[in-house]
């Protein structure tokens, strides 16, 4: 398997200079996921788009995701270094340099170290970087990439024919927002796949008829685990057209709720082009295949019920992915045990690494709320406010001073009205104010 080893960065985004290891302590029994987490600006996406950078064999790959105008011009070169392995044997780095004063320029990109056994130099440059200028039809495939935002959404298209094109599975396989004309592909996919499994079936080839719906299968099953089984798929044949049914009713996608429009968008995405990679053990199940997956907050337009539910199922469907993920989710941080943490800070705009931790499902969602989100408000800002208030006024009676007396009373009865755990909460500091000073602030 390929994996990713180490990211080095420098001079990108908020970034001047830090390092990624992605290797673990353990080479046994962790799911190989990979968590970036922090505050807004604190560089998760350009984590993330750095590594889709050097694994983009397109030679203009600094344009793809504009990452081009995350590098500083204060400097007149960036660098990025991957390691690459298999399995424990190391295969080589990459290098991508960019000259900041030529925006068309493309980067440098080449493997700098130089591989003593030759078969691993042929593998590493045969798989990571395939031939763009020959047909994807005349090569096949080891390993592929991919990159993908939370903030795409499926939209409904009607199918023009289910015949297979010139579709290139690997064209901007790393952008990770796709074209909408990429996007609408799925729905042709989908009813391709359908009609020439049912076409097999008839003439009795069960085998290739199971296999034509195999990446179906695991969308469909994805969709009704995330689901509870309330998404269903159907195929209208007047016009061709691929709709959902939610308990009974049909509805096109583009009425669906934007947490479903969003992960059928890049799942459905991520199965049809892996189903259309020649492979070069196609033995494989296309879900099962060797990749690396990037994934930038694909919670944002999902409920917490989901948002918990997704990465592991993420994983469950592509048990053979690295994966590298941003989130702001609490919900995602502890739905899966032993995924790498990696928490990001920013000190006078420059981001750093703060802290390294393996995930726990046994962690509360308080916990990673305050430990590794850095949240520590538990109510809103008027609750909070008065809360403050509170506290400094309670220390001032126990010490003897009632000079804010009457605001104190003012504030208790503002937190009495604001539910049965605010209360509880001030009535324990209460009860102890009225053993230290004889008075009874307790609401009615």
């Known amino acids: 398997m390929i994996r990713l080893g180490k990211l080095e960065i420098k001079n990108v985004g908020p970034f001047e200079e830090q390092e990624f290891d992605f290797h673990f302590d353990k080479e046994k029994d962790h799911p190989d996921i990979h968590i970036f987490t922090g505050a807004n600006g604190t560089g998760k996406t350009t984590i993330l788009q750095s590594l889709a950078n050097v694994l983009n064999p397109n030679a203009k790959r600094h344009l793809i995701n504009n990452f081009y105008k995350r590098f500083q011009v204060q400097d007149n070169e960036v660098k990025v270094l991957i390691f690459i392995k298999k399995k424990n044997q190391f295969l080589g780095v990459i290098k991508s340099t960019y000259d900041h004063e030529d925006t068309l320029m493309p980067m440098q990109y080449r493997v700098i170290k130089k591989l003593k056994d030759h078969s691993l130099n042929k593998e590493f440059t045969e798989n990571v970087f395939f031939d763009t200028k020959l047909a994807i039809t005349h090569q096949t495939f080891k390993f592929a990439a991919f990159g993908y935002s939370g903030y795409r959404l499926i939209n409904s298209t009607v199918i023009k024919n289910t015949e297979e094109s010139n579709y290139n599975p690997l064209h901007l396989a790393l952008e990770f927002d796709k074209k909408t004309e990429e996007n609408n592909n799925i ?197 909070e406010n008065d809360l403050k208030r509170f506290n400094e006024i309670d220390s001032e009676i126990v010490q003897g001073n009632f000079e804010r007396e009457a605001e104190f009373k003012e504030v208790i009865a503002s937190l009495a009205d604001e539910g049965k755990e605010v209360t509880s909460l001030i009535s324990s500091k209460l009860f102890r104010l009225k053993r230290v000073v004889g008075k009874d602030y307790l609401p009615a």
């Not at 199971?210 to 998404?231: H, P, Q, V, W």
Request: hydrophobic share 35%; with cysteine; net charge negative.
């Open 187 to 383: 729905s042709n996919w989908i009813m391709n796949r359908y009609s020439k499994a049912a076409i097999e079936e008839t003439h009795g080839n069960k085998e290739l008829a199971d296999k034509y719906r195999s990446a179906l299968n695991c969308l469909m099953e994805s969709i009704e685990t995330l689901t509870n089984g309330e998404f269903t798929f159907t195929i209208k044949t007047n016009p061709l057209q691929v709709v959902t049914k939610y308990h009974g009713n049909e509805i096109e996608f583009d009425v669906l709720p934007d947490g479903l429009r969003s992960i059928l968008s890049w799942m459905g995405d991520l199965l049809m082009r892996l189903d259309q990679i020649p492979w070069e053990n196609n033995e494989i199940p296309v879900n099962e295949q060797d990749i690396i997956l990037f994934l930038d907050e694909i919670e944002v337009h999902l409920h917490p019920k989901w948002q918990y539910r997704i990465l592991p199922l993420t994983k469950a469907i592509f048990p053979n992915a690295q994966i590298f993920i941003t989130t702001h989710s609490p919900f995602i941080l502890n739905s899966i045990d032993d995924a790498k943490i990696y928490q990001l800070e920013t000190e006078k705009g420059i981001s750093k690494l703060k802290k390294v931790s393996l995930s726990n499902t046994g962690d509360s969602y308080q916990y990673i709320y305050e430990e590794i989100l850095g949240v520590t408000k538990r109510f809103g800002v008027e609750t």
